[in-house]
């Protein structure tokens, strides 16, 4: 059998990856980077950056309904 | 309201916005920023419980890290790529093909669509260009694209980090050297999410020990500034230009964003209030008058010992007005896998930095709803705090 990519050997990594087997110290210590990146996130909501980038993605997604070639539409 | 595609897009953007957040150091990338609200939010609307997510966040954080050891240092960022934009979908894509329960095929797959998103320039960050901002964005949006395209059938390259066009040689072309067996070393037993390190200040990062002795000073030692004649820091040599010269603008700084790149500010500004927040990068400590008096009396010199660039050495000593001479000093920089932070001191810059946009009434169910996630909590009942005030 070939040597398994490593493509397939992250995969495997991921599909054994059981809760109950993480050491519990590194459980807390990602539940505290959670909750910083969250805090990170918070702190910034009311930034010149935040309103802008707010503005441009909901008039993206403003008016839903493109055309999908070939396709029928999803309300079909 | 978001899609939840453009919710990353945005949530990731805003954890980067004040370069506030996590690092892997050895590769550079901000790494939980995309990261979280991926999870959570996927998390969320898949209905599963608080474990399944911190399962899928240590996979993206630990192939997200385990992604750029392939290749030396900043080799990536040289090139003029954001290592957060580039490396961080991998590990994305696994970790929403976890919440989507996706077989090992449909995993690998995902990796290798992933690939095709990855994207993120280092172009415009001296200008403070915000594109910055959200390359974890970027990184969680390939990620969770990846997924689902793999969840539903669409083929992918099978050698994504392999591949003559895979993710090495496609970033630092064909002759790039890979330490291919790094990739994998030690993946599953050997955690390097360990490294990851949380930043206590929203400063340079250069800065912190040094930081965190004078916050010391004032706390452990009962410092006032009058209390001092002189302070002299130490800095690693490479240092001095990014904290302590020229000195007419280090030590008068013109303006806000210019103080936190000023040792002279930073340390008078840890002296007299105890500690280093956002609050403590505005435009009102420049203009206090205790700390702009006590800034003058503030110097330099260069420290032999100092671990420079691979940890960020430090100290201070200070003279004090009654004839004592306090000195502090530490080769590794809080935060760093040497002085990991307290679990009291990341909840304590989580309040403040939650402070600034909710109520306390807010603040602390937001804590309570993520610690409970490795318990009986859910992401929905994080997500469901974190709308409007």
Not at chain 2, 326 to 333: A, L, N, S, T
Not at chain 2, 343 to 372: C, H, Q, S, W
Request: hydrophobic share 40%.
């Amino acid at each position: 059998m070939a040597e398994p990519t490593i493509a397939q050997q992250y995969a495997a990594f991921a599909d054994d990856l059981r809760f109950e087997t993480i050491p519990v110290f590194l459980i807390e210590k990602a539940s505290l980077h959670i909750l910083d990146t969250i805090g990170c996130a918070i702190a910034a909501s009311r930034t010149d950056y935040a309103s802008s980038m707010l503005a441009a993605l909901t008039r993206l997604e403003g008016g839903s309904g493109a055309t999908a070639i070939g396709q029928r539409k999803c309300s079909d | 309201m978001l899609g939840l595609r453009d919710s990353l897009l945005f949530n990731g953007g805003l954890a980067n916005t004040l370069d506030y957040d996590d690092t892997y150091p050895p590769t550079l990338n901000h790494i939980s920023g995309g990261t979280v609200p991926l999870v959570l939010a996927l998390g969320a609307r898949e209905g599963v419980q608080g474990r399944d997510v911190l399962t899928a966040y240590l996979i993206a954080i630990e192939i997200g890290a385990h992604v750029g050891l392939g290749v030396t240092g900043n080799a990536i960022m040289r090139r003029g790529f954001s290592p957060t934009g580039t490396l961080n979908g991998f590990g994305n894509a696994l970790a929403a093909g976890k919440l989507l329960g996706l077989d090992r095929d449909a995993l690998a797959a995902a990796q290798g669509i992933a690939l095709t998103m990855m994207s993120g320039s280092m172009e415009g960050i001296k200008e403070g260009a915000w594109s910055k901002r959200f390359n974890s964005g970027l990184g969680a949006v390939a990620g969770l694209t990846a997924a689902m395209m793999a969840a539903e059938g669409v083929h992918a390259p099978s050698r994504p980090y392999e591949g003559d066009a895979g993710l090495y040689r496609l970033l630092l072309g064909p002759e790039a050297t890979v330490d291919w067996p790094a990739l994998t070393d030690g993946l599953g037993t050997r955690w390097a999410f360990e490294s990851v390190a949380i930043k206590p200040f929203p400063v340079v990062h250069h800065a912190h020990t040094i930081i965190d002795c004078a916050i010391r000073l004032n706390r452990e030692d009962g410092l006032a500034p009058d209390d001092i004649e002189e302070i002299t820091v130490r800095v690693n040599e490479r240092q001095i230009p990014l904290l302590c010269e020229p000195d007419a603008d280090r030590r008068h700084p013109p303006n806000a964003h210019a103080g936190i790149f000023s040792i002279y500010h930073l340390v008078a500004t840890a002296v007299v209030r105890g500690r280093m927040t956002l609050d403590e990068c505005e435009e009102e400590a420049l203009q206090d008058p205790s700390i702009r008096a006590l800034r003058d009396r503030i110097r330099y010199e260069i420290d032999p010992d100092s671990l420079f660039p691979r940890y960020f050495s430090g100290g201070l000593s200070a003279r004090l007005r009654d004839g004592r001479t306090i000195r502090r000093y530490d080769p590794h920089h809080l935060g760093s896998d040497k002085r990991p932070l307290a679990a009291d001191t990341v909840i304590e810059k989580f309040l403040r930095n939650a402070g600034r946009r909710y109520d306390e009434d807010r603040v602390g169910p937001i804590v309570e709803a993520v610690m409970a996630l490795s318990g009986d909590g859910a992401p929905d009942a994080v997500m469901a705090l974190l709308g409007a005030p």
